[in-house]
């Protein structure tokens, strides 16, 4: 059974940086995707980024030029680098895995939701 576990949100003003990670507590084999998606109050959840096992990453339209998705396989933890936050990007940061592609996952929250493996969640606030 595979655990993932979110760190690194915090409340920070408009223009800060932060780096989200998701630990694995174990390995996924096979072909599979991660991705992170975040839910704002009252909004639904969205796809923010994710990577495929193979290296293919995709973004959504208003994190591009902005976030980085990345991967440490020998540590198991995907990291979320975010620069140049403004208050649009607050909410409940998860991270997922399972199966599925990077874009599908990302667009498509009925394939987001069918991902496998779910963390709790890390908070990033953004004030202005």
């Known amino acids: 059974q595979v655990q993932l576990a979110e760190s690194g949100g915090g409340s920070v003003q408009a223009g800060a940086s932060l780096r989200l990670e998701c630990a694995s507590s174990g390995s996924i084999t096979g072909r599979h995707v991660m991705g992170w998606f975040r839910q704002a109050p009252g909004k639904e959840r969205e796809g923010v980024a994710a990577?495929?096992?193979?290296?293919?990453?995709y973004y959504a339209d208003s994190v591009k030029g902005r976030f980085t998705i990345s991967k440490d396989n020998a540590k198991n933890i995907l990291y979320l680098e975010m620069n140049n936050l403004n208050p649009g990007d607050t909410g409940l940061y998860s991270c997922a895995a399972g199966i599925g592609r990077s874009e599908v996952v990302v667009e498509y929250p009925v394939a987001a939701a069918a991902l496998r493996f779910w963390g709790r969640g890390t908070q990033v606030t953004v004030s202005s």
């Open positions: 990577r495929d096992n193979d290296g293919t990453v």
